[in-house]
């Protein structure tokens, strides 16, 4: 792991070989960052790219299934499923990213100071963690937006809430196993204060297991997002969101049309699958004892 | 006295454990119900209230008294089973959850026994025979049911099952309106009918459980095939194992006496996190296939701002979920063959 030796060539060429040699064993992951790289792409240039405006109506072709003008068909009120399906991608990876970053903030902080200095502040923050997880992380994510009120802005809020405890319990337990190792007793000595040591010698070591976290938890929290605005939370009904767009097109999957529901239905597994994938490439490299 | 019971010391003990979540559980839910952005007393009052029935809801829920004095309040409220009025079916929102909460657990324990069935034969295969089709079926299986969105799933099946073959019946509720719902014993309608008699209604029921069960299972059943896989290759290289196999074991002891069952314990474990996923995807299939339960009742209170039954959804969701979790553990310690060494 990182802490092992900073002695730098040799050993910055070894974990690029590391990383080679991971891709080459296992092709998968390869492939999980070339959708990375499509998600990305889509969501940045996406929608100066889509053919159809995705809230332009078009009455007289509603619900046609299909075609070379329409890929993935058009909707009840004869907008184009595939531009809306494209131009959704920004918003989804928007929320999820945020969300994702706050709680890798909020947890990152509040895991140092329970991890580091431990007494009352871990005890009340491992109660406070308890009592988040003693939730249904879902059904506390609808609580939470339904308290602080119906905004996309809340749906990043409670996503990031019921995802912080991974990150503070993660980053607790890496700092507290290394603050009283040799390299963090060899930089108080040499005069670091506290929040130096912790922020540039003990932090930087849970950086690793957090990414794996982090690449796992985005498909996780576009699940989460997308299943509140599938419930009518968060996204109102013109925006193009998937989570939404299946809510609208399951009203008219009973009756046949199904590529209202099925094509943004299947970006969202998509995306998810992406960061599933990549997660676990990124776990092969960091750490390969723990593949399973 | 109780040093000479190890095992119900460690169950009272495990049983005092989930006191303070319980309390964290209901202050959190205090304050989601406090947090509404502006004044409360407006919220609960409903949309179409006026400034005297707004003023009458506040003193009605002493919202004009401090927090603290609120909290009292609640906790008291609570321990009398009260949750508030409903603003939409005007009912107390503790009965209308009652009335609904068999729905839900019919469909969500059903949805776990079959995942059980199916993810810990799955994950023992493939632990036993790694690299073959078995093995990557586990592993396809794994990734795909975590990465399937619930209420995408539940849509392809009704699109598959009920437009394309057929075969299922429409994606509306409990039972069909040909069929009379059976007399209330436990609120199951399996074990209701089956008591009654009655299997042409049995069947209705099941038929229409059926979809949204396998839709929920499937979801629920990765992280349990996952960890059943990975435990059991623990176990199996280890040292008891070598043992055990050395000393001339049957293949099938070894397998399933000494390994499946020491693998099992951290299968258990997991099942807490399965729960929270389980309840929470509950929500989501019970709105696809419009299943009367209260993950539906929350999500149309949701719709109309009825803030009382979204909050008292919430609440009763995480004691039902601390109460699964209390069960597993003391399943786990009543089978956990080394907790009376562990005590004494």
């Not at chain 2, 849509?155 to 019946?169: D, V």
Request: aromatic share 10%; charged share 15%; with cysteine.
């Amino acid at each position: 792991m990182t802490d092992a030796t900073p002695s730098d060539l040799p050993a910055q060429q070894s974990t690029l070989e590391h990383v080679i040699h991971v891709l080459r064993a296992n092709p998968v992951t390869l492939i999980a960052f070339g959708m990375f790289a499509f998600l990305i792409l889509s969501a940045l240039f996406g929608p100066s790219l889509v053919p159809y405006d995705p809230l332009a109506t078009d009455a007289a072709n509603a619900l046609q299934p299909p075609s070379l003008a329409h890929w993935f068909g058009t909707d009840q009120i004869g907008r184009d499923v595939f531009s809306r399906v494209i131009v959704a991608t920004r918003l989804d990876l928007t929320i999820s990213v945020a969300a994702v970053a706050i709680s890798f903030v909020v947890g990152s902080i509040l895991g140092c100071i329970a991890g580091y200095w431990g007494g009352w502040a871990d005890i009340i923050l491992n109660r406070f963690l308890d009592t988040i997880m003693a939730f249904p992380l879902f059904v506390l994510a609808m609580g939470i937006v339904a308290a602080l009120g119906n905004t996309v802005e809340n749906i990043i809020y409670a996503t990031a809430i019921i995802n912080m405890p991974f990150y503070a319990r993660l980053v607790r337990a890496e700092v507290n196993i290394r603050r009283d190792a040799g390299f963090v007793r060899a930089a108080k000595l040499a005069g670091s204060s506290d929040i130096r040591v912790l922020a540039t010698q003990i932090f930087p070591n849970a950086l690793p297991p957090m990414m794996v976290q982090v690449s796992l938890n985005l498909g996780w929290a576009i699940l989460n997002a997308a299943g509140l605005s599938f419930i009518g939370l968060g996204v109102s009904p013109p925006t193009a969101e998937w989570g939404i767009m299946v809510a609208e097109g399951a009203n008219f999957i009973v009756s046949g049309e199904w590529w209202l529901a099925v094509f943004p239905g299947l970006w969202l597994m998509f995306a998810v699958f992406t960061f599933n994938l990549l997660g676990d490439g990124l776990r092969d490299i960091v750490d390969p004892r723990k593949r399973t | 006295m109780l040093t000479s019971y190890p095992r119900l010391r460690a169950i009272l003990l495990r049983v005092a454990q989930a006191v303070p979540v319980v309390v964290g559980v209901v202050v959190i839910s205090f304050l989601l119900t406090r947090a509404l952005p502006g004044d409360p007393a407006v919220y609960f009052a409903g949309v179409a209230a006026d400034e005297a029935s707004i003023e009458e809801t506040r003193v009605a829920m002493g919202l004009d008294k401090p927090l603290p004095v609120q909290f009292v309040r609640y906790v008291g409220d609570l321990l009398q089973g009260d949750l508030g009025q409903s603003l939409s079916s005007g009912r107390p929102v503790a009965t209308d959850l009652a009335s609904r909460l068999p729905a839900s657990l019919e469909l969500t324990l059903t949805a776990l026994i079959l995942a059980v069935v199916i993810a810990v034969p799955l994950g023992v295969l493939a632990a036993t025979r790694p690299g073959t089709w078995v093995d990557h079926l586990c592993r396809v299986v794994v990734t795909a049911g975590v990465s399937l969105p619930t209420f995408f799933t539940g849509i392809l099946l009704i699109y598959i099952f009920y437009y394309l073959l057929g075969i299922a019946p429409s994606p509306l509720g409990r039972l069909d309106f040909i069929y009379l719902s059976p007399d209330h014993v436990t609120g199951f309608y399996l074990i209701d009918a089956a008591l009654m008699g009655d299997w042409e209604t049995w069947r209705g029921a099941a038929k229409q459980l059926v979809l949204p069960a396998a839709t929920l299972a499937l979801f629920t059943l990765a992280p349990i095939a996952r960890m059943t896989r990975a435990a059991m290759l623990t176990a199996l290289s280890s040292d008891f194992i070598r043992t055990a196999r050395a000393a001339g074991l049957s293949r099938r002891a070894v397998l399933y006496r000494y390994a499946l069952r020491n693998a099992l314990l951290p299968v258990v474990t997991t099942l807490g996190m399965v729960f929270s996923f389980a309840l929470g995807a509950n929500v989501l299939v019970e709105k696809v296939f419009a299943w009367p339960g209260i993950g539906s009742y929350a999500v149309e209170a949701l719709v109309v701002s009825d803030y009382a039954a979204v909050q008292g959804f919430v609440l009763a969701m995480a004691l039902l979920f601390v109460l699964l979790n209390l069960v597993v553990d003391l399943l786990y310690t009543a089978i956990d063959p080394r907790i009376g060494f562990d005590a004494k």
